[in-house]
């Protein structure tokens, strides 16, 4: 009776997130075309939240952006299925850890935690369009909020099927990181993914100030190193997961931007590679 209790209070408080994050989701979609636009009631349409997220995923999946894809996790295959993420993960363990880093591993993580970023996002997006008053301040909160839910929107699922895709494991069950295509679901860390972004879009929003940014670039790192310090995940599974979110992040602020002016790509071919510059004007 007592473990079937346990079950249905989890269940319970599962299905009220989930509620309350749908519910943020509505609203957040409602600010977001209200501020693009700036008509009222008119422009909360669905489809045209609708068109936000077709054209933000249309930005992401470009074809330069799935060969960088591709590359990052063709270094991914070759480091979890060799002897390296092993041998990474053991000089971590042995040389780095401490039990200071395991008190900044405690502080790290939770940024990686989508219960509680999610919601952020979504009430930063709301009161920056709603609440404070039209300004720096509240344009800035609005944008940030906006941009990061966005960033998570449109990378998301394509972590949660790579996950699933590398089906590797977790350093703590023993069975090394060699990818087995759905045996597990830990190839790509979603912590290092979703801890990444609020960071990632920020320092995007900054790229003139390289004071700003370069900390911000820096700090984006920390939830996927502590994946690695709490020995849940291998670098290269928290390396993939940090990625994903520079990539979706990426795509977010050049579409905003109206598109880079300068671009650097690579050229694959049979016996060929290298760098091409696209430079717009």
Same mark, same amino acid.
């Given at each position: ?16 997130? =989930? ?7 509505? /609203? ?17 349409? &669905?489809?045209?939240?609708? %068109?936000?997220? =077709?054209? !933000? +995923? ?19 295959? #070759? ?5 390296? !993420? ?5 000089? +971590? ?8 880093? !395991? ?9 990686? %935690?989508?219960?509680? #970023?999610? &919601? ?23 944008t940030w909020g906006g941009r990061s839910l966005r960033a998570i929107l449109v990378g998301g699922p394509a972590v949660v099927v790579m996950r699933s895709v590398t089906g590797a494991s977790r350093p703590s069950e023993n069975n090394?990181?060699?990818?087995? &295509? ?25 790229? !003139? ?17 502590? =994946? ?6 291998? &670098?290269?599974q928290a390396a993939l997961g940090w990625y994903m979110a520079w990539e979706a992040t990426d795509s977010i602020a050049e579409r905003d931007s109206g598109g =880079? ?9 049979? %016996?060929?590679?290298?760098?091409? /510059?696209?430079?717009?004007?």
């Amino acid at each position: 009776m007592e473990a079937s209790t346990k079950r249905f209070i989890k269940a319970a408080e599962s299905c009220f997130t =989930r509620s309350i994050l749908f519910m943020a989701l509505t /609203v957040f979609f409602s600010g977001t075309v209200h501020a693009s636009d700036g008509d009222g009631a008119a422009n909360l349409s &669905p489809g045209k939240a609708w %068109n936000t997220v =077709r054209l !933000d +995923y249309e930005q992401f999946y470009t074809r330069y952006r799935l060969v960088r894809l591709m590359l990052a996790y063709g270094l991914g295959d #070759i480091a979890a299925n060799t002897d390296a !993420d092993q041998h990474l993960q053991d000089w +971590y363990q042995d040389h780095v850890r401490s039990s200071g880093t !395991d008190r900044a591993s405690t502080i790290a993580k939770n940024f990686g %935690n989508g219960w509680y #970023i999610v &919601p952020l996002t979504v009430a930063s997006a709301a009161l920056g369009t709603y609440v404070l008053p039209r300004g720096e301040a509240g344009s800035a909160l609005g944008t940030w909020g906006g941009r990061s839910l966005r960033a998570i929107l449109v990378g998301g699922p394509a972590v949660v099927v790579m996950r699933s895709v590398t089906g590797a494991s977790r350093p703590s069950e023993n069975n090394g990181s060699q990818w087995r &295509p759905f045996k597990s679901t830990h190839g790509v860390s979603g912590h290092a993914f979703i801890g990444a972004i609020p960071f990632l879009t920020l320092a995007r929003m900054y790229e !003139d100030y390289w004071y700003v940014k370069y900390p911000l670039y820096l700090a984006s790192t920390l939830t996927a190193i502590s =994946r690695i310090n709490d020995n849940q995940h291998f &670098p290269s599974q928290a390396a993939l997961g940090w990625y994903m979110a520079w990539e979706a992040t990426d795509s977010i602020a050049e579409r905003d931007s109206g598109g =880079r002016k300068v671009k650097i790509l690579p050229i694959l071919g049979y %016996n060929t590679y290298g760098l091409q /510059v696209y430079i717009e004007w």
